[in-house]
């Protein structure tokens, strides 16, 4: 078979003898090749495509077979080749998803963050509630945002009161929740207050 070639690839060129040729192959072989990839690999779509990649190699080879048998071979070896080929590959696919499998993606790891840093918010506001009276009104205040100048004005306290209360406050509500929390988001939550 002489297939004519065009810029590195196949050309629709073929004489009407070529083409025949091709089609009686193709029609001749292509069911029984796909039943015998299937004993490799019980995809029918895979063996399809597995056995269509063979006749497109044929054609792009231009090999040219002495006898029958010696095609009939020649297609056959092919097929079992590509299909071990297909089951190495599948292989791999599975063993680097099952290796996978365990690892949390990107938006359950912020899923999972996000919830941490809210248990770690509404326990951290509980034991505000458990904070000596002065120290848990500066913290009150600060939960709502304000400064140290204006919780100072708000309390009628001075400002080194104020960043006293927050020190003694931080370490008491530490002290209590680290047990609890893990640390570096209670440290995070901590720091987003300014303490």
Same mark, same amino acid.
Do not use: W
């Given at each position: 078979?002489?297939? *004519?070639?065009?810029?590195?690839? &196949?050309?629709?060129?073929?004489?009407?003898?070529?083409?025949?040729?091709?089609?009686?192959?193709?029609?001749?072989?292509?069911?029984?090749?796909?039943?015998?990839?299937?004993?490799?690999?019980?995809?029918?779509?895979?063996? *399809?495509? &597995?056995?269509?990649?063979?006749?497109?190699?044929?054609?792009?080879?231009?090999? @040219?077979?002495?006898?029958? /048998?010696?095609?009939?071979?020649?297609?056959?070896?092919?097929? *079992?080749?590509?299909?071990? *080929?297909?089951?190495?590959?599948?292989?791999?696919?599975?063993?680097?998803?099952?290796?996978?499998?365990?690892?949390?993606?990107?938006?359950? @790891?912020?899923?999972?963050?996000?919830?941490?840093?809210?248990?770690?918010?509404?326990?951290?506001?509980?034991?505000?509630?458990?904070?000596?009276?002065?120290?848990?009104?500066?913290?009150?205040?600060?939960?709502?945002?304000?400064?140290?100048?204006? &919780?100072?004005? /708000?309390?009628?306290?001075?400002?080194?009161?104020?960043?006293?209360?927050?020190?003694?406050?931080?370490?008491?509500?530490? /002290?209590?929740?680290?047990?609890?929390?893990?640390?570096?988001?209670?440290?995070?939550?901590?720091?987003?207050?300014?303490?």
């Amino acid at each position: 078979m002489d297939n *004519k070639q065009s810029n590195g690839g &196949i050309s629709n060129t073929f004489s009407p003898s070529e083409r025949d040729t091709i089609r009686e192959l193709f029609e001749q072989h292509y069911t029984p090749l796909v039943l015998f990839a299937r004993n490799y690999v019980p995809d029918m779509e895979a063996d *399809k495509d &597995i056995v269509q990649e063979i006749f497109l190699a044929l054609i792009e080879s231009a090999k @040219t077979f002495g006898t029958p /048998d010696e095609l009939k071979a020649y297609l056959y070896t092919a097929v *079992k080749n590509k299909c071990l *080929k297909h089951l190495r590959h599948e292989k791999v696919k599975q063993e680097y998803s099952d290796a996978h499998r365990d690892e949390p993606s990107e938006e359950e @790891t912020y899923f999972n963050r996000v919830l941490e840093e809210e248990v770690c918010y509404s326990l951290l506001v509980q034991e505000i509630e458990l904070l000596p009276d002065q120290c848990q009104k500066v913290f009150k205040l600060i939960l709502e945002g304000k400064a140290n100048p204006v &919780i100072a004005a /708000d309390l009628h306290i001075s400002i080194e009161t104020v960043k006293s209360h927050k020190q003694s406050g931080k370490k008491i509500l530490h /002290d209590r929740l680290v047990h609890i929390v893990e640390r570096s988001i209670l440290l995070f939550i901590l720091e987003k207050m300014g303490l």
